[in-house]
């Protein structure tokens, strides 16, 4: 989302005919869209703020670095960073940091050319009126992120967003369906929709081409299942994939929807953060293990039923180490590993943020054993991993291929794999192929060009 966001961000201020920097050390202008929910993010943010500084003493070229993201309204953010930022400013708050900006051009900045000046100002005029309605300035030409909603109401207690993103705000379905027909009619090959909760996203359409046309008819509140049936309806050969679902609402429509869509990949993000109930609920996940479990067994289900033939991807996230979580509850997330067979978990150390519930509770576990339990659910994983990789081997996968380096093609399947092949004299970078498997390793997979 924070990707998303900053794109968004680049697409204003390209609008506004600003030249994006070749190197942060000649820049006029530096905004650092920032990360709050672990302490390393945070801490990134502040060493990148110190060397900016330093690099300016040393060049006597003073930037104004604007702070936005999960970190800017953090009161201890802001008296820390006070004197070395020169505007905090939440990314919905965006007609501030345009405000800045013109203020500045006008103010700072030495730009020799007025009519790049004047532009910047008329382009400007119209007010913003949500900065997810941005164009924005896509950095991949082949993936591209899509966000639907901004915003959580779950109020986790470890989780800084809904302090820092606000309350669920979903976008209106018919401008995200006219920004996916846009990505699609340009050829993009993969297109990601996202959001803090994206299956609680909720918004009303009428008069459009996916309903019946009448006077009478009332607005269609259009959920996260009828906005991926709507998207896989445009015409395109295109990937849908998605980011990220809370177990509380994954609903068996939603279910049904992922597995019987052709275009949304066999792909399932849906984190468990913690297998012991009692743990599950001083997080405030309003869930249980035997209810997740359930919800891992519709989906395999749902896959098998509607997608015989295709291979699927279960992916999550664990926190280790969450206050008080003794040995025998830790063991409980090691039991669910276990039973889901994961292809990927993003692990995390519990790291109190402040003005969370959890930042008040007693942080017993020590960071030596935070990175115990992590190792070992690690080993879990790469086995189930590793277990899961041998079924592609001899198949025909298609791959979007991502790079090129050292004489080999990056790529990644429908479910998420990596997967290298060898670089053919035609490029293929952009492009959806077909490579059968021929090795599969714990993280990655390796193949050869379809003949």
């Given at each position: 989302m924070n990707y998303s966001d900053s794109e968004r961000i680049a697409g204003m201020l390209q609008n506004m005919k600003i030249k994006e920097a070749s190197d942060i050390k000649e820049a006029d202008l530096v905004i650092i869209n920032t990360c709050g929910v672990r302490q390393m993010a945070e801490d990134r943010v502040y060493g990148l703020i110190h060397n900016i500084k330093k690099q300016a003493v040393r060049s006597k070229k003073q930037a104004k670095i604007i702070l936005t993201g999960c970190l800017a309204n953090r009161k201890d953010v802001i008296r820390r960073m006070k004197g070395k930022v020169d505007l905090f400013c939440e990314i919905k708050e965006i007609e501030?940091?345009?405000?800045?900006?013109?203020?500045?051009?006008?103010?700072?900045?030495?730009?020799?050319?007025?009519?790049?000046?004047?532009?910047?100002?008329?382009?400007?005029?119209?007010?913003?009126k949500s900065y997810l309605s941005i164009k924005s300035d896509y950095n991949n030409p082949a993936s591209a992120y899509v966000p639907v909603m901004t915003g959580c109401n779950n109020f986790c207690s470890y989780c800084v967003v809904p302090y820092a993103r606000g309350h669920e705000v979903s976008r209106p379905a018919k401008e995200i369906l006219a920004e996916v027909r846009?990505?699609?009619?340009?050829?993009?090959?993969e297109i990601t929709l996202l959001g803090q909760n994206v299956n609680s996203y909720k918004s009303q359409i009428t008069n459009y081409k996916f309903q019946i046309n009448s006077k009478n008819q009332k607005p269609k509140t259009t959920n996260f299942s009828d906005l991926l049936k709507m998207i896989n309806k445009?015409?395109?050969?295109?990937?849908?994939?998605?980011?990220?679902?809370?177990?509380?609402?994954?609903?068996?429509?939603?279910?049904?929807?992922?597995?019987?869509?052709?275009?949304?990949?066999?792909?399932?993000?849906?984190?468990i953060q913690a297998g012991d109930d009692q743990i599950l609920e001083k997080m405030n996940r309003k869930y249980t293990a035997e209810h997740y479990l359930g919800l891992i067994a519709k989906i395999k289900k749902a896959f098998q039923k509607y997608k015989p033939k295709e291979i699927y991807s279960l992916n999550g996230d664990i926190i280790v180490?969450?206050?008080?979580?003794?040995?025998?509850?830790?063991?409980?997330?090691?039991?669910?590993?276990?039973?889901?067979?994961?292809?990927?978990?993003?692990?995390?150390?519990?790291?109190?943020?402040?003005?969370?519930?959890?930042?008040?509770?007693?942080?017993?576990?020590?960071?030596?054993?935070?990175?115990?339990?992590?190792?070992?659910?690690?080993?879990?994983l790469k086995k189930t991993a590793f277990q899961n990789n041998q079924q592609y081997l001899e198949?025909?996968?298609?791959?979007?291929?991502?790079?090129?380096?050292?004489?080999?093609?990056?790529?990644?399947?429908?479910?998420?794999?990596?997967?290298k092949i060898p670089v053919t004299k035609k490029s293929?970078?952009?492009?959806?192929?077909?490579?059968?498997?021929?090795?599969?390793n714990i993280w990655n997979l390796e193949g050869i060009l379809e003949k």
């Open positions: 501030t940091i345009k405000n800045f900006v013109i203020k500045e051009l006008n103010n700072s900045f030495k730009i020799k050319n007025l009519k790049l000046k004047i532009s910047a100002q008329k382009n400007l005029n119209k007010e913003i846009s990505l699609a009619a340009k050829g993009y090959k445009i015409p395109g050969n295109f990937w849908i994939r998605f980011l990220t679902s809370h177990p509380k609402d994954m609903s068996d429509e939603l279910i049904e929807t992922i597995a019987k869509s052709k275009k949304v990949c066999e792909y399932v993000h849906l984190p180490g969450f206050p008080e979580e003794t040995k025998k509850q830790f063991l409980e997330s090691a039991k669910i590993m276990e039973k889901v067979g994961y292809d990927m978990i993003y692990f995390g150390q519990f790291s109190p943020r402040p003005g969370t519930v959890a930042a008040k509770m007693k942080n017993n576990v020590s960071k030596a054993e935070k990175v115990r339990r992590e190792k070992f659910l690690n080993e879990i198949k025909n996968i298609e791959i979007l291929i991502d790079t090129e380096k050292n004489g080999f093609y990056f790529g990644h399947t429908r479910t998420m794999k990596n997967v293929l970078i952009g492009k959806i192929i077909k490579a059968k498997i021929t090795k599969a």
